[in-house]
């Protein structure tokens, strides 16, 4: 299992994270939630070695992480990144193999070529395998991304797997193909830690959510017990309701729409006689596009 | 042991003697400056010389002669297609790597250091004659040349002043250096009378406008390719300083062929002659 | 398969090229002469007469050690070339576009100005060893300080790293000049030679002290292929699929600007071959380094020695500086890498 002890963490004096605690079990599917700036990022970048806590410290199976082998360690956690700039023309395949480079090679070879052909498959890769990467849009390298850190752990069910963001750039059948292989892992016993921003996603497929917001953990527990208005309101700044879906028992949240009359924010567009537009949020398009494939 | 035996051993000795003689005297020589090229041909051999670098112009049987040399950049397979058996250089001008590589190809190289003065010349010339393994000639050539110097500069013209005099070297507007302390130009414009404008610096510095001014020449000395690289006589009287300055104002602009103003060697006697005609 | 073709091919071409470079030359040497010298020196014979003289000497002595010189610092170049592009993440970053030959001729030419003044007693072999160290050194200090310029928020910036490229190459070009013009000319080569580059002043000596330092890179790179391959899709990721990034990092630079600082102490600065060989080789077999790292060095080897050839026989009897002729092959390829990938360079 993997256990944060109240770690703090500053950047130029600048406090980023503020005694956070938590504990995951395996088989736990964590979101991690909070408006821009909250330090869910950074959360990750420690979860992810990336970044040494300041104080406090981060257990693996009763080990800390910093103390940790780097082949051992690289066996239980894989970190799929929220940008992954690939500057040389390699080919799907060989990005995904290279999830596999920490093992010996050869001993391993058969393992390798199982969790190459498997995690492609399922990230709908196997028809681009040999197109370069430099020639895939930006959702396409973050599936064939996704594949690689799978293939890392494929072998290793008692993993924790951190996804910052692994929705950027998808479209829509993989957000959810995506967070649903997220939450198909952790039923088997992996440990998931995700990052994301639509909020409805998170009430969907995590087990547990955890809302941050400016450095601190605010609420810990299920999406039922944590996605409420009120706590919505607080971390996000913004109106909304939440409903339980009847079909489903999930929360669904509807934020509020927000309307706002250009003229007040444009002085340019304060002529008496010019008509007055109307501006929907994105939130709002997002949510009319949920429902209609969900309801 | 017998009569006929020792005239045997005598009459061999001798041949070996003579053979040796022979196989010391150079008779393929590559030449890789002017003044040796120029040199050698001086001493009579000229018909021994295969190749020569660029600048070995003068005369015109030697002009003739391909160049293996531009710049110190050249090619030691390329030199040795010619299978010279001596190679005569202004010291510097091969790498310890070029003379390693003639030596383990069994060619003779000889360096040639110049030092600019007529003992120097004199000197060089014996060097040279030394090196092709004809010490009589050298001998002979370095006398004439010697006393030849000195009825020259027993004749010299004199002025009511000693003329300053800046010499330039160019190649085009953009590359243009002139000479300081030291340099064989220094020392020939002293030999023939005058007094180099430079005193600050030694060798060749780059050229710029204010030292131009401010040294203030009489008259301005320049190769005569370097004249015309300028764009000939009244395009370099039109580059900025150069009216500024006694030389300028007076137009005293002096070209000389460059070969003979710095081959301080057999041809020396001419040089201060002519460099003297002109400055005086 | 493919890549099976690719190395014999190239192998193949080597050996020819080796050939002719050894059979063509400013001397007419009929190619039954070329044969017989080489077959009689690794001890049979095949067409019977041993003794050709100066020909002979003109084999052994200089075009031997030079192509030989050519094999080696072409392979060097090319190697070294692919492992810094795979560390700076970029295809641009070749050690004479982003100063790194640049501070191995300085040393080079620094240890050469002070020699004498430093060190009165050392031996010629000796001499081309520290010289081949201090110019090793010269590359790696330069190649570090463009690394660590380059890096913005973890990652290589390639218009910070050009620009550090251009400053250092202008810095140490300036004091290169000024170095070659205050010591006394006749030690130091020309700044033609440090600039352009030559193979002209190839010796046994000189390639036998140059041997080790291209060997131990040509075998010990390709030994980090996986981790240079991981250094595409970013450092941080190469220490959490359980490589160590520094290690990976230190050793590539070290054994890169060994090869780089050698070629450079011997034959001086040759550009563009460790940008065009990288780029044909990757377009011929892909980006992996495990291919390209071992198949740059011998394609390296092979082109070097093809310029080389054009470098003594095209202006015969002088020779052109090989760097003209490796710049006229390479900088198209700069440009087209340029105009291709615009977009995706700059960010």
């Known amino acids: 299992m993997l256990r ?75 970190y799929l990144q929220q940008h992954n700039p690939i500057s040389m023309a390699f080919t799907v395949r060989e990005v995904v193999m290279m999830g596999r480079y920490g093992f010996k090679s050869g001993s391993s070879a058969k393992n390798d070529q199982t969790a190459l052909l498997e995690t492609m498959e399922l990230c709908g890769l196997t028809d681009l395998a040999d197109r370069s990467m430099l020639s895939l849009s930006g959702g396409e390298q973050q599936r064939v991304h996704l594949a690689r850190v799978l293939a890392q752990l494929w072998d290793n069910k008692d993993a924790v797997l951190l996804l910052d963001e692994p929705t950027n750039n998808m479209d829509l059948q993989f957000q959810h193909q995506t967070l649903a292989i997220a939450a198909a892992m952790a039923k088997k016993g992996y440990m998931i830690v ?17 809302i941050l917001k400016d450095g601190r953990k605010w609420w810990d527990g299920t999406p039922v017990q944590v996605l409420t208005p009120q706590h919505i309101y607080t971390a996000f700044g913004i109106h909304a309701q939440a409903y339980t879906d009847q079909s489903s028992l999930k929360t669904v949240i509807v934020p509020k729409e927000i309307k706002l009359d250009a003229a007040k924010f444009n002085s340019n567009l304060q002529v008496l006689h010019q008509p007055v537009y109307k501006l929907k949020t994105t939130e709002t398009d997002e949510l009319i596009n949920l429902q209609s494939v969900k309801i | 042991m017998s009569i006929k035996k020792y005239y045997i051993i005598l009459v061999t000795l001798s041949f070996s ?23 050698v041909n001086a001493l009579g051999y000229g018909k021994c010389i295969l190749a020569t670098d660029v600048t070995s112009v003068s005369p015109e049987e030697i002009n003739r002669l391909p160049k293996v040399s531009r710049n110190r950049s050249f090619s030691v397979e390329s030199i040795t297609a010619f299978r010279p058996d001596l190679i005569l250089v202004p010291e510097g001008d091969f790498s310890k790597e070029n003379l390693y590589q003639f030596k383990s190809l069994g060619i003779r190289v000889v360096s040639i250091r110049q030092e600019f003065s007529v003992e120097g010349a004199m000197k060089f010339i014996r060097q040279i004659a030394a090196a092709i393994g004809d010490k009589n000639r050298g001998e002979q050539l370095a006398q004439k040349t010697e006393n030849s110097v000195n009825s020259t500069l027993n004749q010299l013209k004199k002025g009511n002043k000693t003329p300053k005099i800046l010499f330039i070297y160019a190649r085009g507007v953009g590359t243009m250096n002139v000479a300081g302390k030291g340099s064989s130009i220094d020392a020939i414009i002293k030999l023939a009378g005058g007094k180099n404008a430079i005193q600050e610096f030694s060798d060749f510095k780059p050229y710029t406008t204010e030292a131009l001014i401010k040294s203030n020449p009489d008259i301005i000395l320049m190769f005569d390719f370097g004249l015309s690289s300028l764009g000939g006589r009244e395009a370099f009287l039109d580059l900025p300083g150069v009216a500024y300055t006694n030389a300028g104002k007076n137009k005293r602009i002096v070209e000389m062929n460059g070969p003979l103003l710095i081959n301080f060697s057999n041809r020396l006697p001419e040089a201060i002659k002519t460099l003297n005609n002109r400055i005086l | 398969m493919k890549r099976t073709v690719i190395y014999t091919c190239l192998s193949t071409g080597l050996l020819v090229s080796i050939c002719f470079s050894l059979a063509l030359g400013a001397m007419r040497i009929p190619l039954k002469e070329v044969i017989d010298t080489l077959t009689h020196t690794v001890g049979f014979t095949v067409f019977g007469g041993t003794d050709h003289g100066i020909n002979e000497g003109v084999i052994m002595m200089i075009r ?46 620094l240890i050469i100005a002070f020699e004498t003044l430093l060190f009165s007693s050392l031996s010629q072999v000796m001499g081309y060893y520290l010289l081949a160290f201090g110019a090793f050194a010269g590359a790696g200090f330069t190649a570090m300080l463009v690394y660590n310029l380059s890096k913005v928020n973890g990652q290589a910036n390639v218009s910070t790293m050009l620009l550090a490229g251009i400053a250092i190459n202008a810095m140490a070009g300036a004091l290169t000049g000024l170095v070659t013009y ?28 140059l041997f080790p330092f291209v060997l131990i890179p040509v075998i010990g790179l390709p030994f980090l292929s996986r981790g240079l391959n991981l250094f595409a899709i970013g450092e941080s990721q190469v220490e959490l699929i359980g490589l160590n990034p520094n290690r990976i990092k230190i050793l590539v630079v070290v054994l890169a600007t060994m090869a780089v600082g050698a070629s450079v102490a011997v034959s001086g600065i040759i550009g563009f071959i460790g940008l065009l060989i990288p780029h ?8 992996d380094h495990r291919f390209v790292l071992p198949v740059s060095a011998l394609m390296g080897a092979l082109v070097l020695t093809l310029a080389d050839m054009v470098s003594r026989l095209i202006v015969q009897p002088i020779e052109l500086p090989i760097g003209v002729v490796t710049a006229l092959m390479g900088t198209p390829i700069f440009l087209y890498i340029l105009i291709k990938d615009k977009k995706k360079l700059v960010n």
Not at chain 1, 23 to 29: A, N, Q, V
Not at chain 3, 280 to 287: A, D, N, P, Y
Request: aromatic share 4%; net charge positive.
């Open chain 1, 4 to 78: 944060v002890e109240s770690i703090s963490y500053k950047l130029n004096n600048r406090p980023l994270l503020k005694d956070i605690s938590f504990s995951i079990r395996p088989g736990e599917m964590v979101a991690l939630l909070g408006s821009n700036g909250a330090g869910k990022s950074t959360l990750m970048r420690l979860l992810s070695g990336e970044r040494k806590p300041d104080t406090g410290r981060i257990m693996l199976y009763g080990d800390d992480l910093a103390a940790y082998n780097r082949k051992i360690l690289a066996t239980r956690r894989a």
């Open chain 1, 194 to 210: 995700v990052v994301l921003h639509e909020v409805n996603l998170a009430a969907q497929y995590a087990s547990r959510i955890i």
């Open chain 3, 182 to 209: 205050l010591a006394d000319e006749q030690k130091l080569r020309s700044i033609t030679f440090w600039m352009m580059g030559s193979l002209g002043g190839a010796t046994w000596q000189n390639v036998s002290c």
């Open chain 3, 280 to 287: 044909l080789t990757r377009l011929l077999g892909g980006v």
């Open chain 2, 17 to 39: 003697l003579i053979l040796q003689q022979a196989a010391a005297q150079a008779k393929r020589i590559i030449t890789l400056s002017s003044a040796i090229s120029e040199t």
């Open chain 3, 64 to 109: 031997l050690p030079r192509t030989l010189m050519g094999v080696l610092v072409g392979a060097a170049l090319g190697i070294s070339g692919a492992a810094i592009q795979g560390i700076f993440r970029n295809p641009l970053a070749e050690p004479s576009l982003v100063g790194i030959s640049a501070g191995a001729s300085l040393m080079a030419v």
